[in-house]
């Protein structure tokens, strides 16, 4: 580096002291933390974009967000040039810059990072970072640090693109980078015509049964509702009632949201009884996961249509239309083409998905909890569908399916001859089932989100293939019957306080959640010794018993997940395992959540 920009970082950086005692981590999405300890961090990550940017000769996003966590903390990720998540590669580095305790520290990191990845400042290329945030009010000033952090890096550009969901963010810098038109406008206008083309379709008979069939859903107080209303008028025709967008008086994320609605299993704050059976949708805090909900007559109790679901309706669809396609290939003497469809779950994944999946005939794998992961993985299929239980997911389209896909669309269209034979379907475009075929899937990998998991593509997809099969929520959440499950949550201390008094006045050795080490797609803690033999023990007194714990990458906590024959069953492993972790971890915690 020249001096000029050395000593650009290391007045700029003098600015950004980063907060006593506190050490973050990258963890499963960027950085998150309270929004009061992060103006450092973010300054930095504006650095490491703009190398990252340097490095790739491409487009960055850099997105300030929490996602579901409470509206008083924040985050900030990176968006690599192919809209995906920034390379686990880059993470160590991430990490030390964020951590670096002071500006000579951290122009050392740099220089040596810059040796290492041959990263060359000869101005060859534009240095561009597209920043997003969501609607947290901590946002605004923390965006300004990300500027300045970018702006220390000579010759780099920020682009502030305001106000967006996370996927929002994630599909433009894809778009740029492919050369693509990449608005906003452009996200809404591609969104909904591939909706529509979907729709179009569709045999008549199903679209009279569903097309005035309303869904209402939650925005969860953040972006999400906010750029829901200007999708469903672009959509023209869509049903939708958003209900809980910013601009009313409820807080982000609290008491309402697709985190909120699938980890307690209650109806979000703005619905009731006038809901009842009716189709329901929550977001979260920045519209990357989507659950669906039907509420019950009896209190606030609902049946979460969670993420696994929404990807068994996505599997049976993309499924139904390579089946039209197989006989095809299958005639074929040579060459016949067999896309292979995988797809991707955590260990959260209700077992009852799994087995449903997997008796369809798919290829099911496991990761670890993160996009991340599940992306990665299902970049491996020609389809990769992913899903999180949560509500995260997406499905991946290879460059080799869309070719063949482009290729068959030419070759049945030149062979149809319905139209000269009179042949009239029911729906607006004439062709045969194959045709039709190959352009739901093309319509559908343009309609979902390639970059990463997003809701508003999400609900779309989900919207358009129930008109398609005619089905009511009803019928779809009726695939399978999940097993019971209960989700828990232990507190750790953050680092500011460890060590202090806590549990009701008596000292207490406290450990943080990296205590935990996990293994095998986080279903076996490796760390502390003993623990998991512990979890076997209690796990094998259950019908149906399956049990894991997980430091968060998100939250200051360890998470528990059991499934067992009965609810009772379920909160009964939970709460036991919950014990274990206070005995090994040495910490009486506060149990939420049950
Ligand atoms: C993020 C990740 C998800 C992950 C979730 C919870 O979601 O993108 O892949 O499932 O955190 O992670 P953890 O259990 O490690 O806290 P979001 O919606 O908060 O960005």
Known sequence: MKEEQRTLILQSSSDFPPPKGVKLSYGTAGFRADASLLQSTVYRVGILAA???????SVIGLMITASHN???????????????????????????????????????????????????????????????RD??????????????????????VAHDMGVLTTPQLHWMVRARNLGAKSTEYDYFLQLSQSYRS????????????????????????????????????????????????????????????????????????GFGISDVGLRCASLDGDADRIVYFIVRPDSNKIDLVDGDKILSLFALFIQEQLNFLKDDEQGKT??????????????????????????????????STGVKYLHEKATEYDIGIYFEANGHGTILFSDGILSWLEAKKKELASTW???????????????????????????????????????????????????????????????????PSRQLKKRTLDARSRQTTVGGGSNVKVVDRTA?????????????????????????????????????????????????????????????VAKIVDQFLGYVARTIGT
């Open 198 to 269: 979907l729709v179009d379709l569709v045999p008549d008979k199903n679209k009279v049964i569903k097309l005035n069939d309303r869904l209402v859903v939650d925005g969860a107080n953040g972006v999400g509702g906010d750029k829901l209303l200007v999708l469903r008028d672009f959509c023209n025709g869509l049903a939708v009632e958003v209900r809980n967008t910013s601009r009313g008086q409820g807080v982000l994320n609290k008491g309402v949201g697709a985190d909120f609605v699938q980890k307690e299993k209650v109806a979000p704050s």
């Open 417 to 483: 001859k319905g139209d000269e034979l009179g042949f009239h379907f029911h729906c607006l475009f004439p062709g045969s089932e194959k045709q039709k075929a190959v352009l739901r899937l093309l319509a559908v990998s343009k309609l979902i989100n390639q970059a990463v998991g997003d809701a508003l593509s999400g609900l779309l997809l989900v919207e358009a293939i129930l008109v398609h099969s005619g089905g009511s929520i009803h019928k779809w959440n009726e695939l399978y019957h999940d097993l």
């Open 51 to 57: 190398l990252r940017s340097l490095k790739t000769q």
């Open 135 to 156: 609607t947290r009010p901590s946002g605004k000033s923390l965006l300004e640090a990300a500027k300045m952090g970018i702006s220390s890096i000579i010759g780099a």
């Open 516 to 576: 935990v080490v996990t293994a095998n797609a986080e279903t076996v803690v490796v760390q502390p010794a003993g623990i998991q033999e512990a979890i076997n023990v209690e796990t094998a007194k259950y019908r149906q018993g399956r049990c894991f714990i997980r430091p968060s990458g998100t939250e200051d906590v360890i998470r528990i997940y059991a499934e067992a024959a009965t609810q009772e069953e379920a909160d009964s492993l939970a709460n036991s």
């Open 334 to 367: 040579c060459n016949p083409y067999c896309p292979r469809l995988g797809v991707v779950q955590t260990a959260y994944a209700n077992g009852a998905s799994t087995a449903f999946l997997k008796n369809l005939g798919l290829e099911v794998v496991f990761t």
């Open 70 to 132: 409470k509206v008083s903390d924040n985050g900030v990720k990176i968006a690599d040039p192919n809209g995906g998540m920034m390379s686990q590669s880059w993470e160590p580095f991430a990490d030390a810059l964020a951590n670096a305790p002071d500006p000579s520290q951290l122009l050392a990191l740099i220089d040596d990072f810059v040796t290492k990845e041959c990263i060359s400042f000869d101005g060859g290329h534009p240095v561009e970072i597209l920043l997003g």
